[in-house]
């Protein structure tokens, strides 16, 4: 653990193409990238012990803002001490803004010049989230990579929204890098929007170069656009934000997303997908997609892959996991989502190593291979 005063800082290590392999340095430890990022909604991912997060090999969680503020609460975290404590997980913390919350909220959302009102899902109460509220918000958390509050329209939107959000999400930009101040140790994170049309993408890429930012996310997809369409925008995208700062993809997502992002040039990524899928039956393998409860598995005594290190594959036939999902028993939730966790990070171990040794189209080959031979199961 480094000193309070260490600043934040992100080098490069190897590239191969477009894709990078570095270390994020935090006064909390390193995060090394490509990273992916399990999200801990609510101060905890679902299903885990941190402890447990920590071994399938993440180095950072991501927090999420509008859950957070509306319980337990901001202020109350502060007072037990900051999220990481309230969480036990010392390793670096990224939150987000709250915006993508807000925007999926619609009806219950009022926008303006402004910031946001809306009202809690949980109790109905009013809230106001504003640029300022939201960086206040995510300095009473103690996060160590704070996100710009933005405003995320849902795809597909006309050119003319898209572009009126854009330039609203970079006044908020603004509003949030004045309201951040100094904070040696903590980083602040600019969001790319632009929807799908290059000229807003590489727009808001210049605003947010001329703000300054530690890090630069590419927002606003992954919101129903599809793959090739996500893939259109990252094949220019992270070109036009700095080289010398992280590229963060929010909200993806299956394991091919995060390997084709990777092969653009992006370094960090989140997703609920894996805790998600855990839960409800989903597992990804190197062979594709498993889906437990089919009951193909019910008299099946192997593991899920043989080849895979974590704690359901090392001790479980796929029939005890098939019977304790068809059970309702806890223990089916926590064993696919260590799994889900750990195959993740796998992923993740493997791209770093492969665009370090200058091998990683070979890898990516290999890596769609494998999964071409698999059957991916009926959901």
């Given at each position: ?29 390193e ?36 859950h ?53 899902h ?14 206040e ?16 329209p ?5 050119d ?115 805790s ?69 990070q796998q ?33």
């Amino acid at each position: 653990m480094g000193s309070a005063s260490m600043r934040f800082g992100f080098g490069k290590v190897a590239q191969d193409g477009a894709a990078r392999a570095g270390v994020i340095r935090t006064p909390r430890g390193e995060i090394r990238t490509p990273a992916f990022m399990p999200v801990g909604t609510a101060a905890t991912v679902k299903a885990m012990l941190p402890e447990s997060v920590a071994a399938t090999g993440a180095d950072i969680l991501l927090g999420n803002t509008y859950h957070l503020m509306l319980r337990p609460g901001a202020e109350r975290v502060a007072r037990l001490g900051g999220l990481h404590r309230f969480m036990n997980w010392q390793r670096p913390i990224l939150t987000d803004s709250g915006g993508f919350q807000v925007m999926s909220l619609a009806g219950l959302r009022k926008l303006t010049e402004e910031g946001v009102t809306f009202r809690s899902h949980i109790d109905g109460s009013k809230h106001h989230l504003t640029p300022e509220r939201s960086m206040e918000i995510q300095a009473l958390l103690g996060s160590d990579i704070v996100m710009c509050f933005d405003e995320c329209p849902a795809l597909p939107a006309s050119d003319k929204a898209v572009a009126e959000s854009m330039r609203l999400s970079m006044r908020w930009a603004a509003r949030s890098k004045e309201a951040f101040g100094d904070r040696p140790g903590h980083a602040l994170f600019g969001i790319m929007q632009g929807g799908v049309t290059r000229a807003l993408r590489e727009e808001s890429a210049e605003a947010l170069k001329e703000i300054g930012f530690d890090g630069y996310a590419v927002g606003g997809l992954a919101v129903g656009e599809g793959q090739e369409a996500m893939f259109g925008v990252l094949d220019y995208a992270p070109g036009s934000l700095p080289e010398d700062r992280p590229r963060y993809l929010m909200g993806v997502g299956k394991p091919d997303d995060i390997v084709g992002a990777v092969k653009r040039g992006i370094d960090m990524m989140d997703c609920v997908l894996p805790s998600r899928s855990g839960r409800t039956g989903q597992v990804f393998t190197r062979h594709g997609v498993v889906n437990i409860k089919n009951a193909r598995h019910q008299d099946d005594p192997r593991p899920l892959d043989e080849d895979c290190t974590c704690p359901a594959c090392c001790g479980y036939s796929r029939a005890y996991l098939h019977h304790v999902f068809r059970a309702g028993e806890m223990i089916s939730g926590m064993l696919l989502t260590w799994h889900n966790l750990h195959y993740f990070q796998q992923i993740m171990a493997e791209m770093r190593a492969a665009i370090v040794e200058g091998r990683f189209t070979e890898w990516e080959a290999g890596f769609h291979a494998g999964r071409a031979q698999g059957d991916i199961e009926p959901l």
